[in-house]
């Protein structure tokens, strides 16, 4: 079997309050939507803030890191990990 994407989504304070709890959403919300939630491993990063905190929200895909991101940002990376029309 293929290895799961993982998103990491830093949950320390400045990401938190700068849009990643509305991320979260956004992304369980996707994921149940396209009925993918057992297809990604979704972490969240609570303790451990990654240093990026001036451009933060940020959100860690496959280890690349995305600064400044929105629910615009977010969701080109869903569709990129998961394109619509992939049979
Ligand atoms: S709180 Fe997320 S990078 Fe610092």
């Not at 990401?15 to 969240?44: I, P, Q, S, T």
């Not at 451990?48 to 629910?71: E, F, M, Q, Y």
């Amino acid at each position: 079997m293929e290895k799961k994407p993982k998103i990491t989504i830093c949950m320390g304070s400045s990401c938190f309050a700068r849009g990643n709890e509305r991320n979260l959403a956004f992304v369980e919300e996707f994921l149940e939507k396209r009925g993918l939630k057992d297809e990604v491993d979704v972490e969240l990063d609570g303790s451990l803030c990654t240093g990026n905190c001036a451009s933060g929200p940020v959100v860690i895909v496959d280890g690349k890191v995305h600064t400044r991101v929105d629910r615009g940002l977010m969701g080109d990376v869903l569709e990129s990990l998961f394109p619509e029309n992939a049979k």
